[in-house]
């Protein structure tokens, strides 16, 4: 422990009434001698203070203090009355430390040692909790927070406040020594029944008699308050900061009414012996709303307001004010954000400008709805992907021995993946917050599809000198990683996807490349599944138009479908589904009977449990713990090995069953999916792994393409160092496919004869004849409809519709058996390592990719609710699309360096997903909804009537973004990855998103071209675009130590081109508490003129009372970062905590 030596000896020195008890002591102590050491005895005056024990030099208390004891956690052992006729005591440690006092008379003994057994701080803590109970239960104090909790009162953001109220003191008395106090005022709300409440506090102001406080307390409706309501302000002088040890100097009460009443009031701070102390200044403001816009503005670059979309309020008072005429603003949030954030924290500021007028700043902070909601819907689709790949592998039926095994293993991986998904679902369902996931659980693998501590970071500013206003927006959200995923932590997602491309390894990089064949042929059976689905809703619309009879659109629609159903027989390849279904030696041959038996039964058990499954959706019938409750989430398959009694779905053949379908008996085991199965969702032949398709093109597929992937593979590099990222990224979407066609007899030996296989290819070359028969006959029928003049006849539109029905069924046909040839193609080429290594790999990727998805769509909704409707009709309209960036605060040492791999890999993840524009009406939904398929997913985005009905094509109202990602570590740990080179991967990483965010700059010069010939603002210190990106280049190529200026640019230029900017550290509490206040005050001195001299106190005021400190105690129930002071010190100046705020903590 450390010791201020001149604070103790000025505490030790003071008068008498000041100290416990004092008197004189006979103390034995070690006395240095000439010649050796020797025990004696002396008089001293001690002095007893809380738990500090002090001693002076002599036996009067005029002497000097030369020692103190500091008491606690120690024995007293008491000693029988000595020769010399005193009373000795002993204090003890266990450390074995021991101090030998005595008195001259026992009374006086007894009372030193009531005194010391009153001293240790716990006893001292516990006679202090007692006695404040003791003053709770005589009059009640509640917390605010509480006092909301309690009533169930909700913080509405829109509410219009009763008064604001700012507040200044002057003449505040100095202590003993001379020294100014560092006064905080509480404001105290005394209601009729007894009840009080601490309703606000201000800033601590240091060492200051005539303080200026900058945060302002509101008072609310929705709290119960009315004009009768008493307020009571009390001022205290803070005499530590680190344990916030306060003592009261003054205080004062009014009513409410007559802070409402009165712009501007002094009034004297009193004692309770009615003592003036000094005086405090009430500026208050009665808000009364003018007008409540739909939707806020952002003006990141107007000086003009749009007063139509504001809430107008002006000063109040019963006499004339002094700036007759002066509106004060207060925000609206707007519905769309009401509904979709809750547990909004709020802190209100009043700043002075350079100018000589007032800067307004509401800071808010608020939980998305959809930290868990979005979650959910992405793992119905994960787990409605996997049952459906289960489907195929189990409907396959008996093949040949050799494949059995292969079958059931392949099998047992989906399920087990299932079960995963299933847990997830299921505890997000349960959590005990439910739109909040703390840092602390960071760890909790049944949590991990959540994103971490994602909030909303909203600053609302208004300039009354400059008369100008403005949204700024951060979504915080901590690392898009897969925390649990411990023993995997060796550089993340970018590490693990390269090893399984086996970039080192040949035999690797096959069975990669056989996985990219897998995938390819997958998304033909997607892209197949999609058109059919388009062609019949297309033919559904064609009988609708003829009975509307727009002969017209008619005809626009059929010219569709040709184009649609010629795609669909181009991916219709039947000797390719010949010689799959060959391979794995269909039909039967001879095997072992016993060995069989034993596979089917397992088969037949999985094939239970997927039936129920499908009985269950919310899948609370089976016991996932041993795939998810532990920290390492990766699924396992154990094989199963149990009989089952269920009815067994692999049919014998009987003759009844082989004329199910016309024609489709082509000598194989059974029939695949009944005719009136029908996919639920979507399909899109576009993988979450592959470039985005235009939003022009129609087809997202090429007839002439091959039906298998590529086995040719470009590896250039053969470290994490020395990869390019973009390039690493980029491959994930597989090879570059072959013009010619790929056979699948790489390896397997052909078990069908020719014969058969003839026999089989002709039949199946029939089906897709009959599907081109089918379609020409309704489209035949539909033109020849549209041609007459007259109304259809029901019996018309009827036949048009048989006509349909026969195409449905026909291109069922064909969809199932290009499943049922995708199954036996995995069967022949699928290894079950290699599956379940991506297995492994495809829950981390999922879980990191749902985190970013939720962390997006909720920055998505704020910008629509923040931006003006104007831009984002032209961002959208240009095919431009939102820019989203990224910034990271981790350090590429030890587990951070693989949570920057996981993000990297989920953000480029992210620009493949499609999102759309719905209208919110009575039927549709205000929250988000995903659609599609994993290879295909689809958010729809909620947003005003206003803005969708300035859309004119619809087309337009889908969009991708363009996600940019910098990170730059901070903390102790960057600086050891710095200087042990760790760092060239992102320096590498930082370069590709300069370029990519170049290429977007380029396109936004398009749309939003410069005006070079405008005169320069003056309100405005912002630099131009152009400059910010050229310092931008310099600065990210620059391989400087903590290079924070790549961050700070890169923020202004996203808000510079209406982006929207998220930021991120590994659990977005600490970190990422000083980049966002950073950036805030830097917006205020930048765009709205704050004062240089207030720029330092406004950092500390936004760091020790906004809403970033509240969001430490959300977290982990303490109010404090979690930063040590060597930690501190490791963190450039500008990211550094104020005194007070931050302790050795859990992170």
Excluded at 45 to 67: D, Q, S
Aim: charged residues 25%; contains cysteine; glycine residues 4%.
């Amino acid at each position: 422990m450390r010791y201020n030596k001149q604070e103790l000896a000025a505490l030790a020195s003071q008068t008498a009434q000041n100290f416990d008890r004092e008197g004189v002591m006979v103390m034995k102590e070690k006395q240095e001698g000439f010649f050796r050491r020797s025990e004696g005895c002396a008089a001293r005056w001690f002095r007893l203070r809380g738990n500090l024990l002090f001693y002076l030099k002599g036996p009067e208390p005029w002497y000097e203090p030369i020692g103190v004891i500091i008491l606690g956690q120690h024995q007293v052992k008491l000693q029988s009355q000595d020769e010399n006729g005193h009373w000795p005591f002993h204090i003890v440690w266990e450390n074995g430390v021991c101090y030998r006092l005595a008195t001259y008379h026992e009374s006086e003994r007894t009372m030193w040692l009531k005194a010391i057994h009153l001293a240790p701080y716990d006893v001292l803590n516990a006679q202090v909790t007692t006695l404040r109970e003791k003053l709770n239960r005589i009059r009640p104090v509640l917390d605010i927070n509480t006092y909301r909790l309690q009533k169930g009162i909700v913080v509405d953001m829109n509410e219009v406040p009763l008064c604001e109220l700012a507040l200044s003191c002057d003449n505040l008395l100095c202590d003993a020594h001379g020294q100014p106090p560092s006064p905080l005022i509480i404001i105290y709300i005394r209601h009729s029944k007894g009840l009080c409440i601490k309703y606000g506090t201000t800033e601590i102001c240091d060492k200051s008699s005539n303080p200026c406080f900058s945060k302002t307390i509101l008072f609310r409706a929705s709290d119960g308050l009315t004009r009768d309501a008493v307020v009571r302000i009390v001022v205290y002088d803070v005499k530590e900061r680190v344990s916030e040890t306060a003592v009261p100097m003054g205080f004062t009460s009014m009513q409410l009414s007559t802070i409402q009443e009165a712009q501007r009031l002094r009034v004297a701070l009193m004692t309770r012996d009615s003592k003036t102390v000094g005086f405090v200044t009430l500026h208050g403001w009665s808000l009364e709303p003018s007008y409540i816009g739909t939707s806020p503005v952002h003006s990141n670059d107007k000086n003009s307001i749009d007063i139509s979309q504001k809430v107008l309020c002006h000063r109040r008072s019963q006499s004339l004010p002094p700036r007759l005429g002066l509106k004060l603003k207060f925000p609206s949030y707007g519905s769309l954000l009401k509904q979709n954030f809750v547990n909004s924290h709020q802190v209100t500021y009043r700043f002075h400008s350079g100018l000589g007028g007032d800067i307004t700043v509401h800071e808010i902070m608020a939980e998305p709805k959809l930290c868990y909601q979005l979650p959910i819907q992405l793992l119905d689709i994960f787990i409605q992907r996997e049952k459906e790949l289960l489907e195929e592998l189990l409907s396959v039926g008996e093949i040949n021995g050799m494949f059995q095994k292969k079958q059931l293993e392949l099998a047992g991986i989906h399920m087990s993946l299932i079960k995963h998904y299933c847990h997830s679902k299921r505890c997000l369902q349960q959590s005990e917050h439910a739109y909040f996931k703390a840092s602390s659980k960071k760890d909790d693998s049944s949590l991990e599809f959540a994103p971490i501590n994602l909030h909303l970071q909203r600053m609302w500013v208004y300039n009354d000198t400059l008369n100008k206003t403005g949204f700024h927006d951060v979504v915080t959200a901590g690392a898009f990683a897969a925390h649990t995923h411990k023993s995997e932590r060796t550089g993340g997602l970018i590490r693990l996807v390269q090893q399984l491309k086996g970039i080192n390894c040949p035999k690797s990089a096959i069975n990669f490349a056989i996985a990219n064949k897998v995938q390819t042929d997958y998304d033909n059976v997607l892209a197949m599944i999609r058109l059919r689905d388009e062609v019949i809703m297309d033919m559904e619309r064609i009988v609708v138009l003829l009975q509307a009879s727009q002969v017209d659109d008619v005809i626009d629609t059929v010219e569709g479908i040709k184009r649609k159903s010629k795609s669909m027989l181009a991916l219709w390849e039947p000797d390719v589904v010949v010689e799959s279904m060959s391979m794995i030696g269909w039909p039967k041959q001879a095997f072992n009977e016993e060995a069989e038996l034993q596979t089917m039964s397992s088969l037949m058990r999985l094939t239970e449990q997927l039936n129920m499954f499908d009985a269950n959706s919310d899948c609370d019938t089976f016991d996932a713990s041993s795939s998810s409750s532990s920290k390492d989430t990766s699924p396992t398959v154990d094989v199963p090995t149990l009989s089952s009694s269920a009815h067994n779905i692999f049919h014998k053949r009987t003759d009844s069953n082989r004329n199910t379908l016309e024609r489709s008996d082509l000598q194989f085991y059974n029939d695949y999916f009944n005719i009136e199965e029908r996919n639920r969702f979507n399909y899109s032949f576009r993988s979450v792994r592959s470039p985005v398709r235009s939003k022009n093109d129609s087809l997202s597929f090429d007839s002439n393409r091959t039906r298998r992937g590529s086995l040719k593979h470009d590896y250039k590099n053969s470290s994490l160092e020395q990869v390019s990222y973009r390039c690493l990224m980029d491959s994930l979407s597989g090879a570059e496919k072959k013009k010619g066609s790929d056979k699948k007899t790489d390896t397997i030996p052909n078990a069908v004869d020719e014969a058969m296989k003839k026999s089989n290819l002709i039949q199946l070359k029939s089906f897709g004849e009959d599907l081109e028969s089918c379609c020409n006959s309704c489209l035949d029928a539909a033109i020849h409809l549209s041609s007459l003049s007259r109304a259809k006849t029901d019996d018309e539109i009827d036949g048009l519709r048989a006509l349909i029905h026969a195409f449905e069924k026909t291109s069922e046909r064909l969809v199932r058996w290009e499943r049922v040839s995708h199954a036996s193609f995995r069967l022949c080429c699928e290894l079950p390592k290699c599956s379940r290594d991506h297995a492994a790999l495809q829950t981390r990727r999922d879980a990191c990719f749902s985190q970013a998805l939720a962390t997006v769509t909720s920055g998505l909704l704020c910008w629509f609710c923040s931006t003006p409707c104007d831009i984002v009709v032209k961002v959208l309209t240009s095919d431009l699309g939102p820019l989203c960036q990224f910034e990271g605060l981790l350090s590429l040492y030890a587990a951070e360096k693989a949570m920057w791999g996981d993000m990297v890999v989920a953000i480029e993840d992210l620009q493949t997903v499609v999102f759309t524009l719905t209208k919110v009406g009575h039927s549709n939904m205000s929250i988000p909804q995903v659609s599609g398929t994993r290879g295909s997913l689809n958010v729809q985005i909620p947003v005003s009537d206003s803005l969708y009905g300035k859309f004119t094509d619809k087309k337009q109202l889908s969009f991708t973004i363009t996600a940019v990602f910098f990170n730059i570590g901070i903390n102790e740990k960057a600086t050891l990855a710095e200087a042990l080179g760790e760092t060239t991967p992102q320096f590498h990483s930082n370069n590709d998103n300069l370029d990519r965010l170049n290429k977007y700059y380029h396109k936004y010069n398009k749309v939003f071209p410069t005006d070079h010939s405008a005169p320069n603002r003056a309100s405005s210190r912002t630099k131009p675009l152009e400059d910010v990106m050229e310092q931008l280049r310099i600065v990210v190529h620059k391989k400087v130590p903590k290079n924070v200026e790549v961050l700070h640019l890169g923020a202004l230029a996203t808000r510079l081109m209406n982006g929207i900017r998220f930021t991120s550290c590994k659990s977005a509490k600490d970190r990422t508490g000083m980049s966002v206040t950073l950036e805030q005050c830097s917006i205020l001195a930048s765009e709205y003129h704050l004062a240089e001299h207030e720029m330092k106190k406004a950092l500390n005021i936004m760091r020790s009372e906004g809403c970033r400190r509240e969001n430490t105690f959300k977290n982990i129930n303490v109010r404090k970062y979690a930063f040590t002071k060597k930690q501190v010190m490791a963190l450039p100046l500008d990211y550094r905590p104020p005194a007070g705020t931050y302790g050795s903590s859990q992170t």
